[in-house]
């Protein structure tokens, strides 16, 4: 008898933590989709790392990764873009072809053209750089939902605080995005799925 009690209690607990709880979850789900339709990206006219004019259209093709950096970064940005290349580098070759990365910096002021270019010629593969106006890039991040901050150190020097996930498009448009705590074969899987 107290078994059936205790089991009737416990449920009637579960069924009620459920009843309350369900429209948490689905509002936390709502929250999370309502975001990520606001990423839409804009339009901008920036620089690549030989001084050509880059704009949206670039993002076009069947998958894109960007992915908001600085070449300053000590640690998340460099093993990001590495794990990025090791990524290209196991793909078929009929998957390569349909890739895209782009590196964009958050740095533009001291990020210059040639720095990247000088910056992304130590990974293997093509990761195009895009640089320029520091308000554009600005705009272009928010467009995006990157976010970023300066944080200075006594020596008067700086880091920068950023959103780090990489970010894929379909098409020029938001499709999935990867944390930059991801293992890299967890970043294979997902990008390899989806050159199907």
Request: proline content about 4%.
């Amino acid at each position: 008898m107290k078994l059936k009690t205790s089991i009737t209690i416990i449920s009637g607990c579960l069924f009620l933590f459920i009843f309350l709880m369900l429209p948490v979850f689905l509002n936390i789900k709502e929250q999370k989709d309502d975001m990520v339709a606001s990423f839409k990206g804009s339009e901008f006219s920036l620089k690549d790392v030989n001084d050509k004019t880059i704009t949206e259209k670039s993002f076009d093709g069947p998958l894109t990764a960007i992915f908001f950096g600085f070449t300053n970064c000590p640690d998340i940005c460099p093993m990001t873009l590495y794990n990025l290349d090791m990524v290209i580098n196991e793909l078929e070759i009929r998957k390569k072809e349909k890739f895209k990365v782009f590196f964009v910096s958050i740095d533009p002021t001291r990020d210059t053209p040639d720095i990247i270019k000088n910056y992304l010629d130590g990974f293997e593969n093509k990761i195009f750089g895009i640089t320029g106006d520091p308000k554009k890039v600005f705009l272009l991040s928010q467009s995006w939902g990157v976010l970023s901050e300066k944080i200075f150190t006594e020596d008067g020097n700086y880091l920068i605080n950023h959103s780090s996930s990489v970010l894929l498009l379909k098409n020029g448009k938001y499709l999935d995005r990867i944390s930059h705590h991801a293992a890299y074969k967890d970043m294979f899987k997902k990008i390899d799925k989806l050159l199907r």
